[in-house]
């Protein structure tokens, strides 16, 4: 579905803004478990880079990039896009992993790629040296942070997304039609798009992943029958 481009801020916005309001006492409760601040994350919405993927960073910083929009349908599926990555960040994953992306960074070849990639996006060329360019930066990140999280990683931020995405009165069935729809078109990585899709090779695809949302529903709707509150059980998962 293409969208305008005050089409895609909106949706992003509106799922954004609905996933923090309905989940602010979820936020706090975790809090106690985190070296976290708060829970007022500052989102941003991706830039028209050729590359298909959504990125938590720094405790702070959720980005979605304009393709991956393209391939959102509703706020459902827009839901679990931001519900993943704000797990993420509850989690602490990107501190946990951050060390492992420095290490493997090579500041005198890989920071000049990074930097000319940077200065062809600002200057929204869409020349063949961008192209050549932005394909090579692709591969770099995809280098430096295949597998960015890990299996016990995705499988914790996917449980904690699952409340997330229910409490806010979304269908996490409907939500994980995003998931699925990747999962089709790029079961491994991005050579199949008509862009460099890097879903995957940031968020680990592991047997079964779509299996454990029907134990997290499970445990949400005992929850809710029982009338306890729909808070992620430490571990639990």
Not at 54 to 66: E, K, M, P, Q
Not at 106 to 115: G, Q
Not at 149 to 156: D, F, I, T
Not at 200 to 214: K, M, Q
Request: proline residues 3%; charged residues 20%; aromatic residues 10%.
């Amino acid at each position: 579905m293409k969208r305008s481009t005050a089409d895609q801020r909106q949706l992003i916005e509106t799922t954004f803004k609905t996933l923090q309001q309905q989940n602010a006492d979820l936020c706090k409760a975790l809090l106690g478990h985190t070296n976290l601040q708060d829970c007022i994350w500052m989102h941003l919405k991706g830039h028209n880079l050729p590359t298909l993927n959504s990125y938590a960073w720094n405790d702070l910083y959720i980005n979605v990039t304009s393709d991956l929009i393209s391939y959102v349908e509703n706020e459902e599926e827009m839901a679990f896009v931001l519900a993943n990555e704000m797990a993420h960040l509850l989690a602490e994953h990107v501190t946990e992993n951050l060390p492992l992306v420095t290490t493997s960074f090579n500041f005198k070849t890989d920071l000049p790629m990074l930097a000319l990639c940077g200065f062809c996006v600002l200057n929204t060329s869409k020349t063949l040296n961008y192209s050549e360019t932005v394909q090579s930066q692709n591969a770099l990140l995809a280098e430096i942070t295949d597998n960015f999280y890990s299996e016990e990683q995705e499988k914790e931020a996917d449980y904690i997304a699952a409340y997330l995405i229910v409490r806010s009165g979304y269908d996490l069935e409907k939500s994980l039609n995003f998931l699925r729809k990747l999962i089709v078109l790029n079961p491994k990585s991005g050579h199949k798009l008509k862009t460099q899709a890097q879903y995957f090779d940031t968020h680990s695809l592991f047997p079964g992943r779509l299996d454990y949302f029907t134990l997290y529903r499970k445990e949400i709707n005992e929850k809710t029958e029982k009338n306890l509150p729909l808070i992620p059980t430490q571990d639990s998962q």
